[in-house]
């Protein structure tokens, strides 16, 4: 008899077990796409973080006419640098209530509605002015495009118009590593025509 009582407890013991794991391994499965989508947010949150921290850099180098060296670390996706913006893009498994219209996380131009109101603009045809407005904007939409845009700034007191411009010599670099992204200001000689010299001034972005 204490023989059997032994086995049934052992059979018993056993059986909790077995049910334990089911339970565990059945709310793990169930808690997996959730799982997936906040470690995409927080993948998503720290490309934002680190757009904002080349923002930095790119503001003091176009400020002091330096150079910076920023690091920046992404996990897949590929970043591309246009004329007039660092562009990111990639795919992540975000909640519903991150997806799909255009995110303004940081930036913007004050603008008056038509009702009066007052909104934050980042399109490329908005001015701002020099001084008062951010230079540029920081974009998220989709499934994941992030977009650091700058704008043009208008100079209240002289009238002229400026905005921060790139040049790379790589247009496209893709994920995922880390890498560094250099930031330099350059102020090039494009024409001379007898004494008269013609200059133009730009941030070469080199990501490597």
Known sequence: MPKKIAQANIISFMLIIGLSLFLVAGTFYWLLPTIREINSLNDVKSIERQM????????????????????ININKGTIRVR???????????LPEAEKGNEILVYGGINVTTSSGGNRLNCSRGTIGRLGFDEPACLLRKGSVEIEL???????????????????????????????????EWVNRTIREDGDKRNTTSYIAVDIY
Do not use: C, M
């Open 83 to 93: 004329d007039d913006s660092i562009f990111y893009k990639g795919f992540y498994h």
């Open 149 to 183: 845009r700058y704008l043009h700034l208008n100079d209240t007191f002289t009238g002229n118009i400026y905005r921060i411009k790139f040049r790379t010599s790589k247009r496209s670099h893709g994920g995922p590593e880390s890498r560094y992204i250099n930031v």
């Open 52 to 71: 904002l921290t080349l923002h930095n850099a790119i503001t003091q180098v176009s400020r002091e006419k330096s150079q910076r060296t920023v690091p």
